[in-house]
């Protein structure tokens, strides 16, 4: 006979179907053991936006180790946002998260996190992303299958081509032969002269970014007329992000959907960004990781905008968790790892164009 005893310490087991592998599904005595340390990304082109030209990309790559299983994490810096390996350093130092004996309580932990300071939303993403990757480990299951997501409706990613010599332009889309959609950075002088190059080596679709880059809206709007002549798919952050009302007019007389980076962080930016911008694009370093990330597109989809997915300059890290979600998304630029030379990881990879997530547990990367 078994006893009340029995029956409450009898373990739950998830995942791997073998009676011999069983992995036990409990709490340790433990806490979460958060380690951190700086990485430098080295650029395989100088990287050239509307405002900076850069070669270098700093991140902060973090590991929480639990029951002798290991999460990955990552928080990628973009300049404009004000963090840097410091901030996130002091803000990760601040941070006790061996106060936590079960991992999936993620709403409790980043809740905790999130109150810890204000803004640091990459650092934040990195313990976000960190927990996911330990939580799929645990149960022996990738992110996007815990999501109920089906792998095979991921889009195809854009590659980005960024502004450079007619040659170099050149150059890059051969380069580029792999991938289905290209996205330009626009908001300089060359606009047209860009887009006249790329289109005199290829005929495939082109995603336009112009970074805030745009700062009249009649020129916008002539300017996004001439850009759908040339098979240009969106336009993302036109215009500055604080031109609200010009912005708003200009999605609304602009026959290619506006698309919000700038313009957006957090998930109760969703709803500002409507009748604003026709959809949003989610990046885990803004809004704190996979968790809000997941909030913010399904808000999108439910108010009927678009939705897309990208990410920074970062590792297969950060972006493989990105992929998770992203057959939430119609359109994913997700290229960040495709664009250094020293990805210590190796995860999500781009298969005819196309985000092929893999079925490896938590985010799906290894290291090299
Ligand atoms: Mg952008």
Redesign the pocket.
Known sequence: MISLAGLLSTKVTIGDPSPNKKRMIRESKKGLKLSFKPYDLQLKHAFTLASSTRTTTPVMLTQIEYDGLTGYGEASMPPYLGESQTTAGNFLSQLKLDQFTDPFRIEEILAYVDQVAPGNMAAKASIDIALHDLVGKILGQPIYRILGFSPEKTPNTSYTIGIDTPEVVKQKVLEADAYKVLKVKLGRENDKEMIEVIRSVTDKPITV?V?QGWKDKNKALEMIYWLKERGVLFI??PMPKTSIDDMAWLTEHSPLPTMA??ALQRLPDVKKANGVYSGI?VKLMKCGGIREAHQMLLMARSLGMRTMV?CMTETSCAVSAAAQLSPLAEWADLDGNLLISNDPYKGVEIINGKVTLNHNPGIGIVTK
Do not use: R, V
Request: glycine residues 12%.
């Open positions: 970014d970074n993302e952050q980076d700038e694009n990208g």
